[in-house]
């Protein structure tokens, strides 16, 4: 059966859509980790994500006349513009079913590359029943994302390319694992030239679906959760995607929502590269798991980079927040004329930045002759925090919580 695989893996035809995806050094990572680390940058694909290599894979696999009539998915994410891209190669009609919440950039992503869009249901469970109905009606073919052989094959690319980009020695390679998919064909080609490689899944806390399946040697229903890893939360992993990956996954460890925002924000700041949720949960497995890794080689897969920019606006802040450079406050003053220019002289000589100040001459528990100031300021960090507010304790100002 793997052999099979790895034959389908090496006739996989991906490259009419997918680029050979740079296998990348990460020297700043790979210091600090004290493992020399490589990204496999999916990121760069054409959508943003390695989803157009099973997509295209399967299309182009179809029958002239099958293929005429079109296909069918239901996905709001990197599936769906996968299979539209890998559509419109092929010159054949498209249908993409999305829950009626989808953000409307991603509904618009799918139209420009031609797709028909029907938007049903609330959630991805429904869209899926109503796509498996206009499938019927329509005689349409069905792109599963995951769990199916063609599928599982374009996404094993993947791996032969490593392969043959990593020619040296190496440890482990650590694959975001969703309904299987990609595990599954990054394994199985990892495994058929160097079973001593470990493969390494990572899922979200919130959604371990493949992890309980391997444990429960049977596929399991979790119920949803919100994750920030989006593009790996499947309640319920393939029958084909469990039985290969019980064969060619060696772990499947998980990451929390923290670490997962975490492990973005430092691709953005000392990679500059831009990931989404999923893409980062391998980072976020070597940063926070302790998996006897130590100056080892080990290659990330970074599956994606289709994040929207509040989302990484909001982790920055967290970020920022979290590391002490951007801090809120409240100052209790004396209500008289320049009290507040005092108080704003006194930040400056701290060399911190005022991002925001709110002055409420009334608030509820002041002493009559008091006024309270809300700040938010920005800091090289903790330690100059620390002295703006030691400072400020020693020319007298009490201290508060900031408002919540
Ligand atoms: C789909 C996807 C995955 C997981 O792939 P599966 O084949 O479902 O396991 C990981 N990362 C991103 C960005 C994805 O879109």
Request: hydrophobic fraction near 45%; charged fraction near 25%.
């Amino acid at each position: 059966m793997d052999e099979s695989y790895v034959e389908k893996i090496l006739k996989a035809r991906v490259y009419d859509v997918a680029i050979e995806s740079p296998l990348e050094a990460a020297p700043r990572l790979s210091r600090r980790l004290a493992n020399d680390v490589w990204f496999k940058r999916e990121d760069l694909q054409p959508v943003f994500s390695f989803k157009l290599r099973g997509a295209y894979n399967k299309i182009a696999s179809l029958g002239d006349e099958v293929a005429r009539r079109g296909v069918i998915c239901a996905s709001a994410g990197n599936h769906a513009q996968g299979v539209a891209l890998a559509a419109r190669r092929r010159s054949i009609p498209a249908v993409i079913v999305m829950p009626r919440t989808t953000p409307e950039i991603k509904v618009q992503a799918v139209r420009e590359f031609g797709a028909e869009v029907v938007l049903h249901g609330d959630d991805f469970d429904h869209a899926y029943e109503h796509a498996l109905g206009i499938m019927n009606e329509r005689g349409l073919t069905l792109i599963h994302p995951f769990d199916d052989p063609d599928v599982i094959a374009g996404q094993g690319t993947i791996g032969m390319e490593i392969l043959r980009q990593h020619s040296g020695k190496l440890d482990a390679i650590f694959v975001p694992i969703g309904g299987g998919g990609l595990i599954a064909g990054v394994g199985l080609a990892i495994k058929a030239a160097r079973p001593d490689v470990r493969v390494i899944g990572v899922q979200a806390e919130a959604l371990p679906a493949m992890r309980r399946a391997l444990e429960a040697r049977s596929r399991v229903t979790l119920p949803s959760a919100p994750t920030i890893a989006d593009g790996i939360a499947v309640r319920q992993v393939g029958e084909l995607t469990l039985a290969l990956a019980s064969r060619c996954v060696d772990e499947v460890v998980t990451v929390t929502e923290e670490e997962t925002a975490n492990a973005i924000l430092l691709l953005l700041e000392i990679e500059k590269t831009v990931v989404e949720g999923a893409g980062a949960t391998p980072l976020a497995a070597i940063l926070n798991r302790r998996l006897g890794l130590a100056r080892r080689n080990v290659v990330l897969v970074l599956t994606g980079g289709n994040i929207d920019v509040t989302m990484i606006s909001r982790i920055i802040v967290r970020g920022l927040v979290k590391d002490g450079r951007l801090v809120r406050f409240g100052v209790i003053l004396r209500d008289q004329p320049g009290a507040l220019a005092r108080l704003t002289a006194l930040i400056a000589e701290c060399r911190a930045n005022i991002v925001h100040i709110e002055h409420d001459r009334a608030f509820s528990h002041a002493a009559i002759g008091e006024s309270r100031v809300e700040l938010t300021l920005e800091t090289a960090g903790a330690e100059q925090i620390a002295a703006v507010k030691q400072r400020l304790t020693e020319a007298g100002y009490g201290l508060e919580e900031p408002y919540s």
